[in-house]
């Protein structure tokens, strides 16, 4: 069993940074693809990028590519979503989630969901 909770959402201005994180319970992180996704008001949850366990594949959607940044530190069982150049369109609940592999992840495939963070971005 993986827990997951995410942090460093909030409020910033279009243009601004946040720094997601999601920390995870349980042993066996290092062995988990991560990713992560986001939920709009009114919409279907959509993914935004994923990374697999080692680091070495990265996945991103396209409308983020450029802009967003993610990581994992598996040391500290925590993988980071850093968001630059933010968007009021990108205003939406951010979820952290583990799968058995990236190409899966980046495909909805999850085996476990943080319980989200909200990211409001302002115009």
């Known amino acids: 069993q993986v827990q997951l909770v995410e942090s460093g959402g909030g409020l910033v201005q279009a243009g601004g940074s946040l720094r997601l994180s999601c920390a995870a319970s349980g042993r066996t992180f290092s062995s988990y693809a991560m990713g992560w996704f986001r939920r709009a008001p009114g919409k279907e949850r959509e993914f935004v990028a994923a990374?697999?366990?080692?680091?070495?594949?990265?996945y991103y959607v396209d409308s983020v590519k450029g802009r967003f940044t993610i990581s994992r530190d598996n040391a500290k069982n925590t993988v980071y979503l850093q968001m630059n150049s933010l968007k009021p369109e990108e205003t939406a609940v951010y979820y952290c989630?583990?799968?058995?592999?990236?190409?899966?992840?980046?495909?909805?495939?999850?085996?476990?969901w943080g319980q989200g963070t909200q990211v409001t971005v302002s115009s």
């Open positions: 989630a583990a799968g058995a592999d990236s190409e899966g992840v980046r495909v909805g495939v999850i085996r476990y």
């Open positions: 990374i697999s366990w080692s680091g070495g594949r990265i």
